[in-house]
């Protein structure tokens, strides 16, 4: 595993990135062993990292498969290879499922589309989600694939590793290990602390069968700026720890409307300028679908566009308009988010996007508004707790985050210490949720904003 720099010791953001991306490219095309694993902070650059080397393993002569876990992480995929290199023959494969991948494919030269393997065989790159492969027979080809990606490869369980490990002889395997965990509809405690748990991860899977393997990781975030990489480094990955690509006067959010002296203005005010803001309410505990939290919520969004925003940022030094598509709210449950749009709808904002964590990983926006998942709750489940839901709601923005959440959940977790069972042979997840949390708050505090509804 590769380590931090020494502290005080100068860091080129660009040299680090390069030198790790090299190194993880060299075990790939060069290595001995059946896998290479490569850990990611947010915004780090795995979608790039995934192009680049499914592009270098097809010039080298390597056909090769790449495994995603959604049809759209498939589709970005496809349409970035298709950016970096229009002349790459691609294979598409697709469910028979009405409309299964994005039309935008269609204009797309070099990509073949199909729902069977054998009608791509001899592509260059072939791409599809873990549950449509798990529908190609290792018979029914030629020969297995020589490599194969894996993009997301903590979100993927190691029960879909297994379905389609047949498949290839050697493996990329790139993800987040900060995100939530894969899901699953089913109870797995009688496979806790067994090395073939099928609700386990693929990483954790593979590691625990292959401990040896080369294991790399992505020093710098692109997406997270100066302000918030060092808490969501320390909060979330204390022992993979990262910085951010940027520094401290690099990125600018400026309004050309002033403050109306409103909570909701303040607290935009506040995290333009620290990159964090919490708009703090009454402690009370709610309904999850805390009317009065939703309404604030929909007024700082309105207040975001009605203030003539625009960020600079070393991407473009020019202002470039802060605009609905670039903004998003994040929620822990459907119903709050559904609530959340409902409201946004009554103050005229319809193009901003609300969702909940599990469906915002991997999108990034300039401003994120975030529901707290412990807001107004009279206990801390595990569920709300979970270390991965909290990472997801803090690591989208490119320039600031704002937390609406009653006031009270310090105390609130300080009552309710985690009461899950320990289990035996199960690596404990450090942090957990509840000293994530802690350490969020902590920081959140010094940028908070009290409000009181009318």
Same mark, same amino acid.
């Given at each position: 595993m590769q380590l931090a720099p020494p502290a005080g010791a100068s860091f080129d953001p660009g040299a680090e990135a390069a030198r790790a991306t090299e190194a993880i490219l060299h075990d790939t095309l060069h290595g001995t062993h059946r896998g290479v694993v490569v850990d990611s902070p947010p915004g780090a650059g795995k979608s790039t990292l995934v192009v680049r080397a499914a592009r270098e393993l097809a010039a080298a002569g390597r056909p090769l498969m790449v495994i995603a876990q959604t049809n759209a992480q498939v589709d970005d995929l496809v349409l970035r290879l298709a950016e970096k290199d229009p002349e790459l023959p691609v294979g598409r494969l697709h469910s028979s499922d009405p409309d299964p991948y994005d039309k935008a494919l269609d204009d797309l030269a070099n990509v073949r589309k199909s729902t069977k393997a054998g009608d791509l065989a001899g592509l260059d790159v072939v791409i599809s989600t873990a549950a449509k492969w798990a529908h190609v027979k290792a018979d029914q080809l030629d020969a297995p694939w020589g490599h194969a990606i894996v993009d997301e490869a903590y979100q993927m369980r190691s029960d879909a590793l297994l379905a389609v490990a047949g498949l290839f002889e050697r493996a990329l395997f790139v993800g987040d290990p900060g995100q939530l965990d894969p899901f699953s509809i089913v109870g797995a405690e009688q496979w806790a602390g067994l090395s073939y748990d099928p609700s386990a991860s693929a990483v954790a899977t593979l590691l625990a069968h292959n401990p040896d393997l080369p294991q790399h990781r992505l020093p710098v975030s692109w997406r997270l700026p100066a302000s918030a990489a060092p808490l969501v480094s320390d909060a979330f990955y204390p022992y993979t720890p990262f910085r951010s690509g940027t520094g401290p006067g690099d990125r600018a959010l400026r309004f050309a409307v002033e403050s109306d002296g409103s909570g909701a203005d303040r607290v935009i005010d506040e995290a333009a300028e620290s990159g964090w803001g919490l708009l703090e309410l009454p402690a009370r505990n709610t309904p999850r679908t805390d009317p009065e939290a939703v309404r604030a919520l929909a007024q700082v969004v309105r207040r975001l566009l009605d203030r003539g925003g625009a960020a600079t940022s070393e991407r473009d030094p020019d202002p470039t308009p802060l605009t609905a598509d670039r903004i998003a709210v994040g929620t822990a449950h459907r119903d709050q988010a559904a609530a959340v749009r409902a409201a946004l709808a009554? @103050?005229?904002?319809?193009?901003?996007?609300?969702?909940?964590?599990?469906?915002?990983?991997?999108?990034?926006?300039? @401003?994120? @508004?975030?529901?707290?998942?412990? !807001?107004?709750?009279?206990?801390?489940?595990?569920?709300?707790? =979970?270390?991965?839901?909290? $990472?997801?709601?803090?690591?989208?923005?490119?320039?600031? $985050?704002?937390?609406? $959440?009653?006031?009270?959940?310090?105390?609130?977790?300080?009552?309710?210490? !985690?009461? =899950?069972?320990?289990?035996?042979?199960?690596? @404990?997840?450090?942090?957990?949720?509840?000293?994530?949390?802690?350490?969020?708050?902590?920081?959140? !505090? =010094?940028?908070?904003?009290?409000?009181?509804?009318?």
């Open positions: 009554d @103050v005229g904002v319809l193009d901003v996007t609300v969702d909940t964590a599990n469906r915002l990983q991997g999108r990034e926006y300039d @401003v994120t @508004v975030v529901l707290h998942p412990l !807001s107004g709750r009279p206990d801390a489940t595990a569920f709300h707790l =979970e270390t991965g839901r909290l $990472c997801v709601l803090a690591s989208r923005h490119r320039h600031a $985050c704002i937390v609406v $959440c009653r006031a009270g959940v310090s105390a609130l977790l300080d009552d309710h210490p !985690s009461t =899950e069972p320990v289990q035996l042979g199960v690596t @404990v997840k450090f942090p957990d949720g509840w000293e994530a949390n802690h350490a969020v708050l902590s920081r959140l !505090s =010094e940028h908070r904003v009290p409000w009181q509804p009318h």
